[in-house]
């Protein structure tokens, strides 16, 4: 086990960064970011923050030579990178199981590999598979293979033709064409996954998106009980089957039959998650800290239901958002992410509201945000 005050690595220094880091000096450790961005919002609360590219050896180097464990805030950053650090210190999770979740092409292999379902799809990797695409995945939703999120590197298509028009649009890099399937909801299971094989899963979530980027989080999710254990058992096959150690998200389709599809996965905390700070025993971001030092794991119980929503740009157009909106309610918590700039779509913030159910604090979130963002409307 690695205890307090040992210093502990983060490979990215956006929000997920920075609140790993909250969470770890909480718990009396230190933390090194490297981020090349010098307005990073980890990097600002960090004790040490490494303004470098992250293939940069010496940073690298630096990094290895001066944190005892080391751990990512996104699966972008690069395997080789991990990879290269697991030889000098410890490093969670490892490059392999990012390596998977970066490229949908064999995330999606890997996943029918755990016999797990998942949306009929082909992939697309020439003008020609395009073409040639089975028709019953038609309308379609045409995913770049590497580097989506957010709803980026998708187009929705209804036919061949199209599908090669997108495809030429994406670069004509690898891409999965997947059937667009008709759902009742979405939702995740977070887990986590220490070194020892002991596994937890945090209470099932209910999202929804707006425009591809995760809008709201209700919890406990609307579900059967049976299909929201049934989402946590699959989330913690697949990081068993990775050999996993850390916090994983995996996203599913709950279809109109009521059937569970997975969907994609996420080799970090999650946005869908950050209700874990206020509502659980053990936040997605500390038991991050006691997967990557070896701890045993937190308890994930939930303490109250609650809702999450996240604040973007947009609430920014008009000046400064109205913050005294969610302040002047005693059962909601906001949380900024200390972004310099505004933009849109940008995840700035977010704010929980927590209440005797998940439909009682939906309807306070819900009216709360129509005060942030008065030109939105669902």
């Known amino acids: 086990m690695i205890f307090p005050d ?3 690595g983060m490979l990215g220094g956006g929000q997920l960064g920075r609140m790993f880091t909250l969470a770890a000096h909480s718990m009396g450790y230190r933390v090194t970011v490297l981020d090349p961005d010098p307005l990073s919002p980890a990097g600002a609360i960090a004790d040490v923050h490494l303004k470098a590219a992250y293939q940069d050896r010496e940073a690298l180097q630096q990094l290895a030579d001066t944190c005892i464990a080391i751990t990512t805030e996104f699966e972008n950053v690069p395997a080789d990178s991990l990879n290269w650090l697991a030889s000098h210190c410890t490093v969670r999770p490892g490059g392999d199981a990012v390596a998977v979740a970066q490229d949908r092409i064999r995330e999606k292999a890997f996943f029918r590999a755990c016999n797990l379902d998942v949306a009929p799809y082909a992939v697309i990797e020439c003008d020609s598979d395009a073409a040639q695409a089975p028709a ?3 309308p379609g939703i045409l995913k770049r293979a590497r580097f989506g999120y957010d709803g980026k590197g998708q187009a929705r298509v209804a036919n061949a033709d199209e599908a090669r028009k997108a495809f030429k649009e994406m670069g004509a890099e690898s891409c999965v064409l997947e059937q667009r399937i008709a759902l009742k909801c979405e939702i995740s299971a977070v887990v986590a996954r220490g070194a020892d094989g002991a596994g937890r899963s945090f209470p099932v979530s209910e999202n929804r998106h707006r425009m591809g980027i995760l809008d709201v989080s209700i919890v406990p999710a609307r579900v059967a009980p049976e299909l929201a254990k049934q989402a946590e058992d699959w989330a913690l096959r ?3 089957k ?3 150690c850390g916090v994983l998200a995996v996203e599913f389709f709950v279809t109109e039959t009521g059937a569970l599809m997975v969907n994609e996965m996420a080799p970090r905390p999650h946005n869908s998650g950050h209700y874990t700070i206020d509502a659980c025993v053990t936040s997605q971001f500390e038991q991050q800290v006691r997967t990557l030092c070896g701890l045993p794991l937190g308890d994930t119980k ?5 809702v999450m929503v996240n604040l973007l740009g947009e609430a920014w157009q008009q000046g400064a958002p109205q913050w005294d909106r969610v302040l002047n309610l005693p059962d909601a918590k906001l949380h900024l992410y200390g972004k310099h700039e505004a933009r849109e779509g940008r995840k700035m ?4 509201v927590l209440d005797h ?4 604090a939906l309807q306070k979130a819900m009216i709360t945000r129509a005060a942030l963002y008065p030109d939105w409307h669902d």
């Open 6 to 8: 040992a210093m502990l």
């Open 136 to 138: 019953n995945l038609f």
């Open 238 to 240: 697949i990081a068993d």
């Open 242 to 244: 990775l050999n996993y």
């Open 302 to 306: 939930l303490l109250s239901p609650v």
């Open 349 to 352: 913030g977010h704010y929980t």
């Open 357 to 360: 159910s998940a439909e009682a």
